[in-house]
C-alpha cells in the first residue's frame, strides 16, 4: 500500500453559516440563495432547514449527527418541536424511509412500522 499526496485535499474546514449568528442584513443574503433559511426546523436554536441539509452534505446521516453539528433538539423543549421535522429531512435527503432514520446507528431506530 502506498501513500500518494492529495493535492487538492484542504484541512481546513469552514463551519455550518449559524442563522442565528447573523445579523438581519447577512440573513437576507441567505434568504436569497436559499429559500431553505426561512424555514425553521428547531424554533428553540433557531436551527434552519438549510442547515440540517448542510449537515447531511457533510456527512450526517442520523439524528444525533444533525443535533451535534446544528444544536437542533438541544433547546428547552429537548426536540419536542423538531425531532420529526429533521426526520422528515434526513428521510428526503438521503432517500430512505422514515423507518430507517436512527437516534445514532443501527438499532436505534425511531419510529415503527407503518400502522396504514
Known sequence: LKLKNNKKFNPLRCGI????????IKNNVLFKKNRDYANIVCRCEKVTEAEVVE?????????????????????????????????KILSR?????IEEVTKKGYGSYIVGKRVR
Open 17 to 24: 453559516k449559524r442563522f442565528d449568528q447573523n445579523d438581519p
Open 55 to 87: 449537515a447531511i452534505k457533510r456527512g450526517a446521516s442520523t439524528l444525533d449527527g444533525i443535533k451535534f453539528r446544528t444544536r437542533a433538539g438541544t433547546g428547552r423543549c429537548q426536540g419536542g418541536y423538531c425531532t420529526l421535522r429533521i426526520l
Open 93 to 97: 435527503e438521503l432517500n430512505i424511509p
